[in-house]
């Protein structure tokens, strides 16, 4: 199973968007599923469902600063290269799902805060969201830069 497949079928189990990409990769960062879980957890929804940023392009954005990230004060050349990395990424992403903007790729018309309540896991919800993809996706190219900087 890739990383993309792994990903996409934790979002069927029950994780958010954040949490499916970065549990996939969880292995790689040295953490286990449950702390990579944790830790990316309110991402979802576009960050706490305010339908921002792509909660499974945050997940992106987690991993790639745990595995290429900077941790010095004032290290301006650690910054663009993780900045740099991320806007290789964000572009992919773009181009293959058309946005990075969690409400643009759902579909909805109001920019702010939605509901804190998620909704219920039902066949339903699964057939009108395009998220499982969207994951994959997010996952996918994930997997593919990390293969190639090998």
């Known amino acids: 199973m890739t990383r993309a497949e792994k990903a996409k079928a934790l979002f069927f189990e029950g994780y958010n968007c954040s949490q499916a990409v970065a549990v996939a990769f969880a292995d790689l960062m040295g ?5 990579a879980a944790r830790f990316v957890s309110g991402f979802g929804g576009g960050m706490g469902r305010l ?5 499974s392009f945050s997940g992106v954005v987690f991993v790639l600063s745990v595995l290429y990230g900077y941790d010095e004060k004032g290290d301006n050349e650690g910054k663009k290269e993780l900045y740099a990395r991320i806007q290789i990424l ?3 992403f773009e181009e293959e799902n058309g946005s990075l903007v969690c409400r643009e790729l759902l579909g909805l ?7 804190p309540i998620p909704e219920a896991r039902t066949p339903e919800y699964y057939k ?5 993809d969207i994951i994959y996706s997010a996952a996918k190219i994930l997997e ?6 090998e």
């Open 31 to 35: 953490l286990d599923e449950k702390t």
């Open 51 to 55: 339908r921002e940023v792509c909660g």
């Open 90 to 92: 964000a572009k992919r």
């Open 109 to 115: 018309k109001t920019k702010g805060a939605d509901s």
């Open 128 to 132: 009108k969201r395009p998220c499982p």
């Open 144 to 149: 593919e830069y990390i293969k190639e900087g």
